[in-house]
């Protein structure tokens, strides 16, 4: 195992970038990470373009990079796995075209692999100045929670906007399901876990600014994607000990999200009765509840859809080599 930065050396590593249509937000992205505190010499950037029509590779071939391209699957994952395929690096850090580092993020997420029992990181996911309105609801909800675990006897989740992981590790794991556009990072996740007893573990000081560019079209597929999602993972993990969101306790939560739209639904009513009389009260006052509208009943309607997909837990669709969403 190479030493680390506490020790004067460094492991190497590869940041995998999975690109599409990234013209808008690729600058401050790689302008961030070729500015990290990390030897230059001791880390590669590979960028993964996958069918832009916005001239990115033209962008991306001003940088110092390694460009290749997954034109036979769209899906940030297949890109990734592209990527990863000719990388060189001890440890693998993903990131999205949409994101910004601290200048330390890459030293920050590589030091606990000092220890042989740490199998991959996760770092913390802010807002990149949110402005708008939806920007600053993401911001208050912090989405992304990265290395989360749900349970103290499972794996954590680890979150490709801001993670790193043992390249050997990876590759002896199958790399991503590129038949799970949704969902395969935390799938990759678990499996890697249980497949070595090794873990995952968030490092709160290793920080990027994700550009959120959202719209109430995107807000709503984002959460339906989320919730789609937990269905796909539940059917593969819903037997394996451990697993904190089998299908009876998915089943609570989903009765609690209906619980939780008819007190928005409340709350919108009695904002929008109170707002002209409350001075100095922002706008945002009367939205933030038709917000958590769009995020949970979206949410509740991929669970549902999801089922209808796995057909109420019971479809092995990672065995049928088949798009599931």
């Known amino acids: 195992m190479t030493q680390l930065a506490q020790n004067g050396y460094f492991p190497s590593v590869s940041i995998v970038i999975p690109v599409y249509n990234g013209m808008r937000t690729l600058r401050p992205c790689l302008d961030a990470i070729f500015q990290q505190d990390y030897p230059r010499e001791r880390y590669e950037v590979i960028a993964v373009d996958n069918n832009s029509v916005d001239g990115s590779p033209e962008f991306l071939r001003q940088y110092p990079l390694r460009l290749e391209f997954e034109r036979e699957i769209q899906g940030p994952h297949a890109a990734t796995n592209t990527g990863v395929r000719v990388a060189t690096g001890e440890i693998l850090v993903f990131t999205d075209s949409d994101c910004v580092p601290e200048p330390d993020w890459l030293r920050k997420l590589v030091a606990p692999f000092s220890d042989e029992c740490i199998i991959g990181t996760g770092g913390r996911i802010e807002a990149y100045r949110p402005q708008t309105r939806i920007e600053r609801f993401l911001d208050a909800m912090k989405p992304f929670k990265n290395a989360y675990q749900?349970?103290?006897?499972?794996?954590?989740?680890l979150v490709t906007g801001n993670c790193a992981i043992r390249r050997a590790e990876f590759m002896a794991a199958?790399?991503?399901?590129?038949?799970?556009?949704?969902?395969?990072?935390?799938?990759?996740?678990y499996r890697v876990q249980l497949q070595t007893g090794k873990r995952a573990c968030y490092v709160q000081d290793a920080v990027v600014y994700h550009m959120y560019n959202p719209?109430?079209?995107?807000?709503?597929?984002?959460?339906?994607?989320?919730?789609?999602?937990?269905?796909?993972?539940?059917?593969?993990?819903?037997?394996?000990p451990g697993y904190p969101w089998p299908p009876r306790v998915q089943a609570g939560v989903m009765v609690r999200q209906i619980g939780a739209l008819v007190t928005y639904a409340g709350s919108l009513i009695y904002r929008t009765l109170t707002y002209p009389f409350r001075r100095g009260v922002d706008k945002d006052y009367l939205w933030w509840p038709i917000l958590w509208m769009v995020v949970e009943s979206n949410n509740l309607r991929g669970k549902l859809e999801g089922l209808a997909v796995t057909r109420f837990y019971r479809r092995k669709f990672w065995e049928e080599g088949v798009r599931v969403i």
């Open 150 to 157: 749900g349970s103290p006897d499972f794996p954590a989740a």
């Open 174 to 189: 199958g790399m991503f399901n590129p038949n799970m556009y949704t969902g395969a990072e935390t799938d990759l996740s």
């Open 215 to 240: 719209t109430l079209k995107r807000l709503a597929r984002h959460f339906y994607i989320y919730g789609y999602s937990e269905i796909l993972l539940g059917t593969i993990y819903k037997d394996t």
